[in-house]
């Protein structure tokens, strides 16, 4: 953009992204998926993704794997957000329980190291991904392989975990370009946590 | 014990109790209690004992403030062994959710310390303190003020916390004074975390 100064100078600002590198997390007791992407204006390129299995038995130790391989993949490629599904509507107590503590850990071992976490709903990750609230979870699966680019379609919690960072990229971005006056509507600590995008500026 | 080894020298072996510090965890999302007692052989002393009040809003800087506070506590005091209590009925999906988030996050604070963790149900902890399952709360309150020698009754969750830690403390010395072959029916890993106390060896 064009214009003078207060000195009457001519400027351009210009506004480069900042590449932003989002993880996605589906937790659970038994298998948490995670995803990594890197999110640069409208592009966007897969890093890596995985699940984390921590097998039966009593759920201390599985806490503490899902924990520490979060808190390993967190150290490894340094996110700037993370983003995780919101659930409303568990199953059961004793489920809901369980998925609490696998969510509880893979939260702790974000905000350990000062990440910002965004929450959003299943059916907002569907309606950002599929552009449907209520699509099956082949297409979320498939929109995920198509969006990134993959040869081959991830393993289900990997994509679900994609899927996630997929609509916080998404999501960040349209509140990025949204009037001030507009986004006041989102949480000061969403909009606090997506806004870093830098202006470089060069006088003539 | 007086017996004669090997090499037909008198050999005195005498069993020295270790000082264990034991920190008792009462989580929830609103707040969590924790309670720290040194337990040496049959002596107990009270350490520390307070509430972590996380307030409204979001969840997640919730969990936070858990995970950090119980990681100071554990930094500070370096407790060899934790206590929690075991939750199998929850009142509904959304308060299960919600406990299990705060449990999750206080029992990664410990295990990111490779501290290992016991867990009880609410009964187990009234059944050591009190000598009945179904006491009233305010029994406990009192009982846990009359075995640490309490100038003033804790708090609700901070006595809870306490309770939980004096029920694991009076457990593990149980344990340890079992034989071996009563006590194979005890999974390994709670043995492994109980079985601490070192031998020391005079000869004569």
């Known amino acids: 953009m064009r214009r003078k100064n207060n000195k009457g100078k001519l400027t351009i600002s210009l506004s480069i992204p900042e590449k932003k590198i989002i993880l ?8 948490t998926g995670y995803g990594l992407i890197e999110s640069s204006g409208n592009r966007l390129r897969f890093l890596e993704c995985g699940t984390i299995k921590t ?9 503490q794997i899902i924990f520490k391989d979060i808190q390993q993949v967190v150290r490894h490629w340094s996110p700037d957000e993370m983003a ?8 059961n107590p004793d ?24 929450e959003y709903t299943a059916n907002q990750v569907k309606q950002a991904i599929v552009g449907k609230g ?10 995920v392989k198509v969006l990134l680019n993959l040869n081959t379609t991830p393993q289900a919690d990997a ?3 994609l899927a996630i960072a997929l609509c916080h990229a998404n999501t960040r971005k349209t509140m990025l370009e949204l009037k001030p006056s507009a986004s006041s509507r989102y949480p000061a600590e969403v909009l606090g946590a997506i806004r870093g995008r830098r202006k470089k500026r060069f006088t003539l």
């Not at 996605?24 to 298998?31: A, C, F, M, Q, V």
């Not at 097998?55 to 806490?63: A, D, S």
């Not at 609490?100 to 893979?106: D, H, K, L, P, Y």
């Not at 209520?134 to 929109?143: D, L, N, P, R």
């Open 134 to 143: 209520h699509a099956a979870k082949s297409q979320v699966q498939h929109m």
């Open 84 to 91: 995780i599904e919101n659930v409303f509507l568990a199953r």
């Open 95 to 118: 489920s809901a329980l369980k998925l609490g503590q696998a969510r509880g850990a893979a939260i702790c071992a974000v905000m350990a190291e000062n990440i910002p976490v965004s």
């Open 24 to 31: 996605g997390i589906d937790p659970g007791s038994l298998k």
């Open 55 to 63: 097998g039966g038995g009593p759920l201390p130790p599985r806490l």
């Open 159 to 161: 994509a679900d975990a």
